[in-house]
């Protein structure tokens, strides 16, 4: 204490600095090498999931036709969508289409469960099959499956499965105050974009507690098919957060954009009762999918059980 009372500051040694400097610098460095490591683990669990639904789309054989005029119909490469659902307990999820050219002849969605609603460490995957087609199909997963295609369903899956639709899970009509379809495709993107924000769609949860999805701004596909006079087509999708509950198809029809005419349709991915409305008016409802499980539906679930998998 100096002669005025007042305290003496000292400066520490620069070796203490350095010191401290040193030792909050590891702390630092630590923190960030736990954090990378964090976010590596979780990127590859995120890839390991991507590649197992990808196996799991690619190990149904799927057929268009029957009889003779059965064909094989190819899995488009990658998914449509990828989202996720953690208050249903579905931590990952996909949707993929098949059908190489025009629109989708079918939809398939994949859902991770890692647990079962009882919280038995039983983790599944849950299918939804949406048939986009009048043509008759054939989707078969395990027995009936294709050999290569049945072997790699059984190590990744218990169980097997079969689809055969004999009708649609959409039901096109035109729609109503539609614009000429645009000659470019920029143009009529922004014109399928225009129709879409038309439309709004609720769904029915538990204890009848209605819901408004969100409709999701991109497209999840746009196709065209001029052999067919398909001039343009795009789906959305109503969600809630990321999971998609409905699409809404949109397409212009006509030998060419100055012929061509807009049609709509709407298909579930729910099994929930949903609403949709054009311009605020009722155009379609669904009730509860009671028929979910009848395989010759043209929307049908199922879940299986991951082999010797617990999470």
Request: include cysteine.
């Amino acid at each position: 204490m100096n002669h005025h009372g007042s305290l003496r500051t000292t400066t520490p040694p620069r070796w203490v600095v350095a010191l401290l400097f040193a030792a909050l610098s590891c702390t630092v460095a630590d923190r960030n090498l736990f954090a990378q490591d964090d976010r590596s683990a979780a990127d590859k669990e995120r890839n390991d999931r991507s590649n197992e639904m990808k196996q799991i789309a690619e190990s149904l054989s799927a057929y268009r036709g029957e009889g003779d005029e059965k064909q094989p119909i190819k899995l488009r490469a990658e998914p449509l969508l990828r989202f996720s659902d953690p208050a249903r307990r579905a931590s990952d999820a996909s949707l993929w289409a098949f059908g190489e050219a025009g629109r989708p002849l079918a939809v398939v969605a994949l859902e991770l469960y890692p647990v079962t609603e009882s919280g038995a460490p039983v983790s599944s995957w849950a299918f939804e099959f949406i048939s986009l087609t009048t043509d008759p199909l054939e989707f078969e997963a395990g027995v009936g499956a294709d050999p290569d295609n049945a072997a790699k369903f059984a190590k990744l899956l218990n169980g097997d499965l079969h689809w055969a639709p004999r009708k649609p899970a959409a039901t096109f009509q035109e729609l109503p105050g539609g614009p000429t379809p645009d000659k470019k495709p920029l143009g009529r993107l922004r014109q399928l974009r225009f129709i879409a924000d038309r439309f709004a769609c609720t769904e029915q949860h538990d204890g009848n507690e209605t819901v408004v999805l969100r409709l999701m701004p991109h497209p999840i596909a746009r196709y065209a098919d001029e052999k067919n006079d398909l001039v343009d087509g795009a789906i959305f999708v109503f969600a809630t957060g990321t999971n998609p509950e409905a699409m809404l198809l949109i397409e212009a029809r006509g030998p060419s954009p100055e012929k061509a005419t807009w049609h709509y349709a709407t298909a579930r991915i729910t099994a929930a009762p949903y609403e949709v409305t054009l311009d605020k008016k009722k155009v379609w409802s669904e009730s509860y999918a009671s028929g979910q499980r009848d395989p010759s539906e043209g929307y049908y679930t199922g879940r299986r059980a991951r082999t010797n998998r617990d999470k």
